[in-house]
DNA sequence: CTGAAAGCGCTTACAG
DNA sequence: CTGAAAGCGCTTACAG
């Protein structure tokens, strides 16, 4: 396959390889009539420019990293397809990536970004991530960085998120508000900034209350799995402890500990109150559908990839940036698994 | 931020971009002297060799294009998952595309991964392609290709998928061995091939076992959703025809079905079984839990890649490519939808 | 309006 | 063991 190149063009109508570029750029300084050659040459020959050699000039690769925990999960998955569709639109490509939750392999995955030399990364980061020198190392490099969801705050950049406290907040209060008293809380690893965040909001919600707040209804999902909220339902079930309502770290623990209490019998919301987070789309189809808090994942990533092209858009310029953070709303979304 | 070139470490230690470019690559015709101190320096000065540059001379991007027809779809982000998985491992990226079932855009997709030199290109086709004429034009182009799950037959390139037919008839044969008599099909939409043959299992297992095809029991879901899988319930139900068994094209229209008789108090297996497809992991958690047909959609993906880094390879070697088509087993998982 | 030339940063065949 | 030179394919400041 004969690559065609400016070079062929060139050759080919008798003229010189920058007038061909030219031509081809829409530069006024050429010919009507040589404009016309050229590009029609180009379109017959089905001339594409070569990539490689235009980033080399433009020292822009018009791609963009994406860093995500996993992408098999409706959360984050969202967010891709946010981020893809809206960077497409404005001639951005996207590499993506999955930490899965393991901060070595994150490290080397934003390694291979900075080499790739990407126009800019995003990244929501793994539950592992305490040694912040490798997302530093981003920011020194000069390339373009916006964090969201499970971000850290000690990092100098742009982030999307939304407020985790004051969502756990919000859950923990409608569990409250119809009628529990005893709330066990099914958290996150003790690291996330989110997963502490949201056990704040729950702890708060039950001070404010003036509820009792007893640590030994709080377990701790290593993994945020299924299984764990079966178990820790079922651990909780065969317990003596008094419990009328959970509220899970995520939609995925409150379905496994509502497949536990369907499969023993225990009633939704009459014996227990379940209410999740995240709002996935399984939550509303499963028996009983699953009270959550909606967490936009679609409108984060549209917000993360419009704040990070403006940024590579402004450095280009030369224009000085200033960092943003975007907490986006989230609300309680009542359905069966809660009472009235 | 000073780019650390070859140009500046050669001229720091004082001799050549050559012989440093070298050194850097294990070429065995450098000095152990010389070749420590420009590794040294290297590593001091962070080096990284600039990938537009190398890009430019080895004529490869070490990144692969995949377009899919959406990422927010538990069988396709399982494919994504290990494909990108994979392909790290070998050294290679991945930019993904979503065509959102819409012909227009997979084409301009395509179009966007040649222009960017990707190394090769996967593709699950869009419900509606009929011209072939834009996949044709990769394999013309010279980069590698494979499809997978929504291939078309017509195209000269390896494939990955399942025997749809086949697992639709085992899907079909699950109801009639259990006793089912009047089996519906929720169908996909007329065009793509792994919907079409679905239906075609199904009839053939009708068949087979002497079963009356009724074409007045076949739906057609144009957009494969919950909410076409609760309406057509719906509209069976409500309607007079005898019906004790669904096949739906997909889990997604059998939990919109099952929603529906759930709601209408219609008990599933004992009036009516269901039975989906793809083994969602959302089949598994719903009640009552949905037998399907286990559609390994990781397997698939990494098949897939695996296929095309061996074609990347061989073309690089100079070899000639055989093309192949690899068919995946699939199998029935028996739940509560359907009867012992 | 046109084009020679420099340069982006690397790799590699070749000469010494 | 070392390095000058050519070249990958483009862009753009500059001269005419």
Same mark, same amino acid.
Request: charged content about 25%; overall charge positive; proline content about 3%.
């Given at each position: 396959?004969?690559?065609?190149?400016?070079?062929?063009?060139?050759s080919e109508l008798g003229i010189s390889?920058?007038?061909?570029?030219?031509?081809?750029?829409?530069?006024?300084?050429? =010919?009507?009539?040589?404009?016309?050659?050229?590009?029609?040459?180009?379109?017959?020959?089905?001339?594409?420019?070569? =990539?490689?050699?235009?980033?080399?000039?433009?020292?822009?690769?018009?791609?963009?990293?994406?860093?995500?925990?996993?992408?098999?999960?409706?959360?984050?998955?969202?967010?891709?397809?946010?981020?893809?569709?809206?960077?497409?639109?404005?001639?951005?490509?996207?590499?993506?990536?999955?930490?899965?939750?393991?901060?070595?392999?994150?490290?080397?995955?934003?390694?291979?970004?900075?080499?790739?030399?990407?126009?800019?990364?995003?990244?929501?980061? =793994?539950?592992?991530?305490?040694?912040?020198?490798?997302?530093?190392?981003?920011?020194?490099?000069?390339?373009?960085?916006?964090?969201?969801?499970?971000?850290?705050?000690?990092?100098?950049?742009s982030k999307v998120i939304i407020n985790?406290?004051?969502?756990?907040?919000?859950?923990?209060?409608?569990?409250?508000?119809?009628?529990?008293?005893?709330?066990?809380?099914?958290?996150?690893?003790?690291?996330?900034?989110?997963?502490?965040?949201?056990?704040?909001?729950?702890?708060?919600?039950?001070?404010?209350?003036?509820?009792?707040?007893?640590?030994?209804?709080?377990?701790?999902?290593?993994?945020?799995?299924?299984?764990?909220?079966?178990?820790?339902?079922?651990?909780?079930?065969?317990?003596?402890?008094?419990?009328?309502?959970?509220?899970?770290?995520?939609?995925?623990?409150?379905?496994?500990?509502?497949?536990?209490?369907?499969?023993?019998?225990?009633?939704?919301?009459?014996?227990?109150?379940?209410?999740?987070?995240?709002?996935?789309?399984?939550a509303s189809v499963i028996s009983p559908?699953?009270?959550?808090?909606?967490?936009?994942?679609?409108?984060?990533?549209?917000?993360?990839?419009?704040?990070?092209?403006?940024?590579?858009?402004?450095?280009?310029?030369?224009?000085?940036?200033?960092?943003?953070?975007?907490?986006?709303?989230?609300?309680?979304?009542?359905?069966?698994?809660?009472?009235?």
């Open positions: 396959m004969e690559q065609v190149t400016l070079k062929s063009i060139a390889i920058t007038t061909a570029s030219k031509a081809l750029k829409n530069y006024p300084d050429v =010919s009507p009539k040589t404009r016309k050659a050229v590009i029609d040459l180009a379109r017959k020959l089905n001339y594409i420019p070569n =990539s490689f050699a235009v980033n080399l000039r433009t020292k822009e690769s018009k791609v963009i990293g994406l860093i995500i925990p996993e992408i098999v999960h409706y959360f984050f998955s969202n967010v891709v397809n946010a981020i893809i569709e809206y960077a497409e639109k404005k001639g951005y490509l996207i590499i993506t990536l999955q930490s899965n939750e393991s901060d070595k392999l994150e490290e080397k995955q934003i390694e291979l970004l900075l080499n790739k030399r990407v126009d800019g990364i995003l990244i929501s980061l =793994s539950n592992n991530r305490k040694d912040l020198s490798p997302i530093h190392k981003i920011v020194e490099s000069g390339t373009p960085l916006v964090l969201f969801d499970k971000i850290s705050k000690l990092i100098n950049c985790d406290r004051d969502a756990a907040y919000a859950a923990t209060e409608h569990l409250i508000n119809t009628g529990c008293k005893d709330i066990a809380h099914f958290r996150g690893p003790l690291n996330p900034q989110n997963s502490i965040d949201r056990f704040l909001g729950y702890k708060k919600a039950l001070e404010d209350s003036k509820l009792h707040f007893d640590k030994s209804l709080v377990y701790t999902c290593e993994k945020v799995s299924f299984e764990e909220g079966y178990n820790f339902a079922k651990e909780l079930h065969q317990s003596n402890k008094k419990v009328d309502a959970i509220f899970a770290i995520t939609d995925l623990v409150a379905i496994g500990a509502i497949t536990y209490f369907n499969e023993a019998n225990v009633k939704i919301p009459e014996d227990i109150s379940i209410i999740g987070f995240s709002n996935w789309f399984m559908s699953l009270s959550s808090v909606d967490q936009p994942g679609y409108e984060m990533g549209k917000k993360a990839i419009k704040l990070l092209l403006k940024e590579i858009k402004a450095i280009k310029k030369g224009k000085k940036i200033k960092h943003k953070t975007i907490v986006l709303p989230t609300n309680v979304i009542k359905r069966s698994s809660t009472r009235d």
